[in-house]
């Protein structure tokens, strides 16, 4: 009967979702010319993001969508009638700095480090807080549910420069005790936000992530849709009142082997 129940155990092991032998990787790099297209010039206020007047358009039309993974942006978040970056979204950027002291909301898409993750130029900024159901969104275009594996993640140049000196009226820097995380909700093949997954960006004055780092998702199980809210317990009267930004790449999809 032992025998019989660790031979049963093995068997089920082996049929695991996470066996590596029942699925493939692939990758989400935001390399290449069409890419390039959907970077906004400037970082702030540029046509792309704001429209040309700045004050937003009255259709979501900056989205992306990847045909290797079959992600797809869910596009500008709407407010007040408008679509604009300042409501949410998540921007295609190439934009390096050297010094997070001379960053600013100007420079909103920028990180300091040499690029994207392994050397790569492009890269993601994700800008959106609150609470699920209406935060900025990675989705399967095709309404499959799968396993997103991972993805590198780093802090924005404006987050690392706001963390050490505030935000000029409401808190003068990142104090011991406070913390901003970026916090995945995971949405069910039903369309229910079902599971969630949390990553650490700053924890104090002195340990704010500066280098690409990997996030592993696989905790959120299968999904059909993934939002993202930077979130923490730095507040003033508005609310979260560090810059609701991170940057992210490479981001890795299991496509099961038929």
């Known amino acids: 009967m032992y025998l019989m129940a660790l031979a049963a155990v093995f068997a089920f092991v082996a049929c695991t979702p996470d066996d590596e032998d029942s699925y493939t990787v692939k990758t989400l790099t935001f390399e290449g010319s069409t890419w390039d297209a959907l970077i906004d010039t400037p970082q702030y206020g540029g046509k792309l993001l ?3 007047s700045g004050e937003g358009a009255a259709t979501n ?3 992306w969508s990847d045909a290797t993974t079959q992600l797809q942006s869910s596009g500008l ?3 007040w009638g408008s679509y604009c970056y300042w ?3 998540q921007a ?11 960053a600013s909301y100007q420079t909103q898409l920028a990180v300091c480090t040499k690029g994207g993750h392994g ?11 609150g609470e699920p159901g209406s935060l900025p969104a990675l989705i399967f275009a095709d309404g499959v549910a799968r396993v997103i594996e991972s993805m590198y993640v780093v802090n924005t140049a404006y987050m690392q420069f706001t963390v050490k000196h505030g935000d000029g009226w409401s808190f003068d820097g990142v104090k011991e005790g ?8 995971g949405y069910d093949a039903e369309g229910k936000q079902s599971t969630k997954a949390t990553f650490r960006l700053v924890d104090g004055p002195g ?3 500066s280098d690409w780092t990997i996030w592993d998702l696989t905790a959120l199980g299968e999904v059909t849709k993934v939002e993202f809210a930077v979130t923490g317990n730095v507040t003033n009267d508005y609310g979260f009142a560090l810059p609701a930004y991170f940057a992210y790449d490479d981001v890795a999809v299991r496509f099961p082997k038929k």
């Not at 934009?95 to 002291?101: A, F, G, L, Q």
């Not at 050397?119 to 807080?129: A, L, Q």
């Not at 406070?178 to 909700?185: E, F, R, S």
Request: glycine share 8%.
């Open 207 to 209: 340990k704010v992530v």
């Open 92 to 102: 295609i950027s190439n934009y390096t700095m050297t010094d997070p002291e001379a």
């Open 178 to 185: 406070q913390y901003a995380d970026v916090v995945a909700y």
């Open 50 to 52: 704001y429209t040309e």
């Open 119 to 129: 050397g790569s130029k492009n890269f993601c900024v994700h800008f959106g807080t």
């Open 77 to 79: 978040v709407n407010a």
């Open 87 to 89: 409501n949410g979204g």
């Open 61 to 63: 039309y900056y989205s």
